[in-house]
């Protein structure tokens, strides 16, 4: 059901093949990244050394997982590819779309209520085209693919950044934009820029109130949230064997909070364990059979600054247990008086409202039996909950395996939540207040990964510390944010000083994992006759049309806006209440470029409608523009795009008729999402143009009919008072992109050789 061992074997097999020939080729002992990089090359046995942080190298990843909030445009671009199944083994997992309120039970039947139409359709569209669904209530995505998918040495890629989880068992496993996904489930190669390597060297050994969550803490203070950019963090040394598999996605899954392309662990024994004790002792056997392959080779971590662009050493029995924020998960400060200090200084409320267990971080069985030792002592010690707890498992099967080990009782018996197994309060689907922006200033501790200002409740004013489990349930119980219970004593209900002790638990349930209903549902092996049926008055889905070609010829084409300064992906199509729009590209593109600034008058979504002369909104003036059947181009500064890898941000645009971005520089993804969807992506030859472009302009495309790889396009702008400026623009499309374009789209394409 959930793997196919003949695929990883397979990949297997091919690992110890391209693994000695990159060796060769690279003329010197390889990391574990570089040989699961090295064996995953699209284009079969390694040619050339490739070069880290600079050269662009097509992969073909292994598996591709989505999540329901991203699944949406990404399974309605697939349906536009024409093929009869994915290409490579995908799963949908619903979990965003749950809200936390009064329990799991009662949650996940108003979330089924309210977003049946989503489910249902994810659910369709995986059973039509091969793909693995994941009920909701089944678990956060994460842990599923951990617990289910994840193998050591494979290659991933999946809709959420949290997907580097998997590397806690040894994969290379990374978070890219749906268009990507869609790319790879077509059959296409994903491009990644060959990353840069990052050693992190662990020593001793963990013990008491310090968990791996502490070394994630810790790294994110040592890089910052930039400091892992580009860069693939592998860790090792006796530190890193030492731990848990699960202990390891915890680090691994945090990676996404220092900007890391991905993290991952060389494969061991807790991997092996893990691997028995989920059900795939023939991936552990498998695995086992090419062991050194599955690490990096040995003089590496001997001589790790030979090989490792950045080394960071951290000895875990030093560590102590740290809480990280508020407003930032790099912000690091340890237990007791330091935070006792830096809270008084900088005003934070020492008081706790809430302890928060779970997230895709911070949710597996070692997670949830390690914090319920620490509530156990509650319980025996007479103590009282200061604060409210709650609790979110990470699968079903961790769920069902807790509440028959007793772990959730324990939790119940505190008066804790236990909400359903899904992100919930991790991604704002927490119903913690009626009116969150007027909500008091407070102070929350979870063991999620972002603590973002808004992201658990929509407060702005709630002060949120990531910690780890085991931490997280005794500063709850104790009510404070300067509570260290390897030194402070609290009072029980008979009056009597207790301390705790050190928190315990199993690595994996002693008795194994059992579960009843893990929530999976297995596609047809023949979907054709499966109906996917979105409904025609449908709000939140939408079935995509084929975008028609551009055309080689663009003249007469108006500006719609140019965007000054910073237009990253979120100023161009905004998220917050609009998610729930991301399966309905025509209503989504009523947020088209509202958050960018328009140059002419420094406001936002406030653009001349060269149409009437009147000031308006940019959705508003591009849709006259459409129906007029008038392109328009729009103009941007310097990196262009940054942000998140959405898509919408190319398909919107090119939804409501743009035909060109010509800007001083694109953030790299972004330029792509624009070429896939069929739209020309171009750069100023000279930056200073610019400055050339007028409010009331209209833009002439002279050459376009001799569009070629490195060929300069030529642009006439024409002003107002009818003088003219002549622009040149660079590009970098090649012969496949400009197909794209002559197509319409890349998926138009992919179709067109189908047919
Ligand atoms: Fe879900 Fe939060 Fe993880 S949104 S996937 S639990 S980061």
Not at 121 to 126: A, I, Q, Y
Not at 135 to 151: D, M, R, S, T, W
Not at 215 to 232: N, Q
């Amino acid at each position: 059901m959930a793997f196919d061992i003949d695929m990883i074997k397979g990949v297997y097999t091919k690992m110890a093949e391209r693994v000695d020939i990159a060796r060769d080729i690279v003329g010197k002992p390889l990391t574990l990244s570089e040989k699961i990089l090295y064996s995953h090359l699209w284009d079969g046995k390694p040619t050339k050394a490739l070069v880290r942080g600079k050269d662009y190298v097509d992969f073909a990843p292994d598996r591709i997982a989505c999540q329901d909030a991203t699944a949406q445009m990404a399974l309605l671009q697939f349906m536009q590819a024409g093929k009869s199944k994915v290409a490579v083994p995908t799963t949908v997992h619903c979990d965003h779309l749950i809200q936390a309120k009064e329990g799991a039970a009662k949650d996940l039947i108003h979330a089924n209520n309210v977003s049946s139409e989503v489910f249902n359709f994810l659910e369709s569209v995986s059973n039509k085209y091969g793909i693995g669904f994941w009920k909701p209530g089944a678990g956060i995505i994460h842990q599923v693919v951990l617990e289910n998918y994840a193998f050591p040495g494979g290659m991933m890629i999946g809709t959420d950044s949290h997907t580097v989880n998997a590397g806690g068992l040894g994969m290379v496993a990374i978070g890219v934009g749906g268009a990507d996904a869609v790319d790879v489930m077509a059959g296409m190669a994903w491009e990644l820029k060959f990353p840069k390597l990052i050693g992190v060297k662990l020593t001793g050994k963990l013990s008491g109130w310090t968990a791996p969550k502490d070394v994630i803490l810790k790294v994110a203070e040592i890089l910052t949230v930039k400091g892992g950019t580009g860069a693939i963090v592998e860790y090792f040394g006796p530190g890193a064997t030492s731990m848990s598999c699960t202990g390891k996605g915890t680090i691994c899954n945090m990676g996404a909070e220092i900007g890391a392309t991905t993290s991952t662990f060389g494969y061991d024994e807790s991997m092996e364990r893990y691997l028995r004790s989920t059900d795939r002792a023939d991936v552990a056997d498998a695995a086992n059979a090419i062991k050194d392959y599955l690490t990096a080779d040995a003089e590496v971590y001997e001589n790790p600054e030979n090989y490792f662009d950045q080394v960071i050493e951290i000895n875990l029995s030093e560590l102590g247990p740290l809480l990280n924020g508020p407003f930032t998960p790099d912000l690091s400060t340890t237990v007791g008086k330091e935070m006792s200090e830096k809270a008084k200084a900088n005003d934070w409320p020492l008081a706790v409202e809430w302890g928060l267990i779970g997230s895709c971080t911070n949710s597996s069985y070692e997670d949830l039996s390690r914090a319920s030792s620490v509530a156990q002592q509650a319980l025996d010690k007479g103590l009282k909950m200061k604060a409210e707890l709650g609790i979110n498992p990470g699968s079903e099967q961790v769920r069902y395996t807790a509440e028959r080990d007793g772990i959730l009782d324990v939790f119940e018996k505190l008066d804790a939540k236990i909400f359903t197994n899904a992100c919930g309060p991790c991604i704002g689907q927490w119903a913690r207040y009626s009116d969150p922006k007027n909500a008091p200033k407070n102070s929350i501790v979870h063991s999620f990964n972002r603590n973002f200002a808004k992201r658990a409740d929509g407060n702005p004013n709630t002060h949120a510390f990531v910690a780890s489990p085991e931490l997280t349930a005794a500063i709850a119980i104790s009510g404070r944010l300067d509570f260290n219970p390897l030194t402070d004593k609290l009072i029980n209900e008979k009056g009597e000083e207790v301390m705790f002790d050190e928190p315990t638990g199993w690595e994996l349930p002693p008795k194994g994992f059992e579960v009843q209903d893990n929530g999976y549902l297995a596609p047809e092996e023949d979907g054709s006759s499966v109906q996917v049926n979105v409904a025609e008055d449908s709000e939140r889905l939408q079935l995509l049309t084929p975008f028609e070609p551009i055309g080689n010829t663009i003249t007469g084409a108006k500006l719609l806006i140019k965007a000054l300064g910073k237009c990253t992906t979120d100023h161009i199509s905004m998220a917050g209440p609009w998610l729930r729009f991301r399966g309905h590209l025509d209503n989504i593109a009523n947020n088209t470029f509202i958050g960018a600034v328009n140059a002419f008058n420094e406001k936002t979504n406030f653009v001349k409608n060269q149409l009437t002369g009147e000031y308006g909104g940019v959705p508003d003036a591009q849709r006259e523009y459409k129906k007029a059947g008038v392109k328009t181009v729009v103009v941007g500064d310097h990196n262009y795009g940054e942000g998140s890898s959405r898509e919408h941000a190319a398909m919107q645009p090119r939804h409501l008729g743009v035909a060109a971005v010509i800007v001083k520089s694109f953030a790299r993804i972004h330029e792509t999402n624009l070429k896939k969807q069929g739209m020309l992506g171009l750069t100023f030859a000279n930056e200073n143009d610019y400055d050339l472009i007028q409010e009331d302009d209209t833009f002439n495309f002279l050459d376009l009919n001799e569009f070629a790889p490195g060929k300069q396009l030529t642009i006439e702008v024409v002003h107002a008072d009818g003088s003219k400026d002549i622009v040149k623009a660079n590009h970098t499309y090649n012969e496949a992109q400009i197909e794209w374009f002559n197509a319409g789209s890349a998926l138009n394409l992919i179709k067109l050789q189908n047919a």
